[in-house]
């Protein structure tokens, strides 16, 4: 096994803690009487999840990508980050470490632009700007309701671009060029014009997120796959439904512009956090682990019961936001950990499955 392949695995277990982490945060930000491991771990539920978690998913994919050795130390500083947040370093060490770390994404997908000078591969660079720019935010104090919006940018445009590379090979028609494009810039510059106003940037951010979810509905491979069995089939099923989910995330944006707390806010962001990204992580990850850390995984038909679980506790979740019931948000989201847990044990037992031996 190659030094490469001795990293992968306690940066992968970094990023499960930042996971577990995270969701234990949010419970108790949702009022689950839970004992906190540090009186911060509510507080950084978003940080553990997005820059510990999600971070080091990408920055790990992305070094596999690259295939330099350095750039494994992006996702080794973001999970170092998350550490420092779950056991209550003082300071900002945490901050500092995943601002580092999201530098050397950028770095990283700069390599790779010079190597593949692409549509997708510059869509995947600026969504790591997007991750960088937030970093820095981060640190010099900005609310937590701007900061996220740049964390979520990082995560849609990381999306759209993986997403682009594999539309390529439908032979996409010259017209939904300008129209990708159109989405793009309309969500970093509502993104940037949130500085100046708020309410303004974000709306028009969502129209943003509305215009890239029709592009890929109408443009994404998955829209054929979808017709194929097995794996194929399950993978285009999580991808169409995360496309209307980013779509549901754009008209929230829209109807509640500058919600920067409460029910309305919880909504817009989980509709995009776990309705979109949630998604694709479990389309993606029977492709991402085997080709991360250099296992088998077998498609189960139970892969459907955890993607199903988390549309149908989602809406409640939603429901709850949306009607003022607190039961409904606070259940939906207890419903929403017990999916994502579902996932993970689902996933773990198609790799021992898979790696079992066979015989009599």
């Known amino acids: 096994m190659t030094i490469r392949y001795r990293l992968r695995f306690p940066l992968l ?7 577990l982490s995270a969701l234990w945060g949010g419970l108790v ?17 978003g940080p553990l999840m997005i ?6 998913l990408i920055g790990l994919e992305r070094a596999v990508a690259l295939g330099r050795l350095w750039a494994y130390s992006g996702p080794l500083l973001s999970g170092l980050g998350a550490l420092a947040l779950i056991v209550g370093l003082p300071g900002a060490s945490g901050q500092l ?20 000078s692409t549509l997708f591969t510059m869509t995947m660079g600026l969504g790591a700007i997007c991750w960088l720019v937030g970093n820095i935010l981060w640190i010099g104090g900005w609310p937590v309701h701007q900061i996220v919006l740049w964390w979520a940018g990082f995560l849609v445009l990381t999306i759209a671009g993986e997403r682009l590379e594999l539309a390529r090979l439908a032979h996409l028609p010259g017209k939904s060029r300008p129209t990708f494009l159109l989405a793009v810039g309309l969500l970093l510059f509502g993104l940037v014009l949130t500085a100046i106003s708020f309410d303004l940037g974000i709306r028009l951010s969502g129209i943003g997120m509305i215009t890239l979810a029709v592009w890929l509905m109408r443009y994404d491979i998955a829209r054929r796959t979808v017709r194929q069995r097995g794996l194929t089939r399950f993978m285009a099923v999580c991808l169409l439904s995360g496309h209307a989910w980013l779509g549901v995330s754009g008209l929230l944006a829209m109807i509640f512009g500058g919600a920067v707390a409460g029910p309305q806010y919880d909504a817009l962001l989980h509709a995009l956090l776990l309705g979109f990204v949630f998604s694709m992580i479990f389309g993606h990850a029977p492709i991402i682990f085997p080709a991360v850390i250099g296992v088998s995984m077998s498609f189960q038909p139970s892969f459907y019961v955890h993607l199903v679980l988390l549309h149908l506790t989602l809406l409640l979740r939603m429901a709850g936001d949306l009607a003022g019931w607190m039961p409904g948000r606070q259940w939906g989201g207890l419903l929403n950990v017990f999916v994502i847990l579902l996932f993970l044990a ?12 066979t015989g009599r």
């Open 13 to 19: 277990a970094f990023g499960m803690l930042a996971l």
């Open 51 to 56: 820059s510990g978690f999600l971070g080091t």
């Open 97 to 116: 470490l995943m601002t580092i770390a999201s530098l050397i994404l950028v770095i990283a997908s700069l390599t790779i632009i010079l190597r593949q």
């Open 346 to 357: 689902n996933t773990g037992y198609s790799i021992l499955r898979s790696s079992a031996p």
């Open 29 to 45: 930000r949702l009022g689950w009487g839970l004992p906190s491991v540090q009186p911060n771990l509510a507080g950084f539920h």
